[in-house]
């Protein structure tokens, strides 16, 4: 079972960015899925989840009305839109999935699969 991040890198703040995860070894279209990401120097933290059907969407306070997630159940891919990216959202971003959609969504994370992170630095 893998998942394997795509999209992060160096931008300056006010940019976009968007991140894409593949999944592999599973049928990741029954799951929940999202993103977490670790800060330099901090826990890691529950960011955007989506339902299996993409009908229901969950994001952090700090992201709300910046960040959209989404998904391709047809090729096992969650997305995440990040716009008006801050310094503070600078971040290894790891992509997650789990059966449980209550479990994706909790703090502290602990979703059953991870894949390796992508990172995310925005510069001031």
């Known amino acids: 079972v893998t998942l394997v991040e795509s999209g992060g890198g160096l931008v300056q703040a006010g940019d976009s960015l968007r991140l894409s995860c593949v999944g592999s070894g599973r049928e990741f279209d029954q799951d929940a899925m999202g993103w977490i990401r670790q800060a330099p120097g901090k826990e890691r933290e529950f960011v955007a989840a989506i339902s299996w059907s993409g009908g229901t969407t969950k994001l952090a306070e700090s992201v709300k009305g910046r960040f959209t997630i989404s998904r391709d159940n047809s090729k096992y891919e969650v997305y995440l839109e990040m716009n008006s990216l801050q310094p503070e959202d600078t971040a290894v971003y790891y992509c997650?999935?789990?059966?449980?959609?209550?479990?994706?969504?909790?703090?502290?994370?602990?979703?059953?699969?991870w894949g390796q992170g992508t990172q995310v630095v925005v510069s001031s």
């Open positions: 997650a999935s789990d059966s449980s959609y209550v479990i994706m969504t909790r703090e502290p994370p602990r979703p059953d699969y």
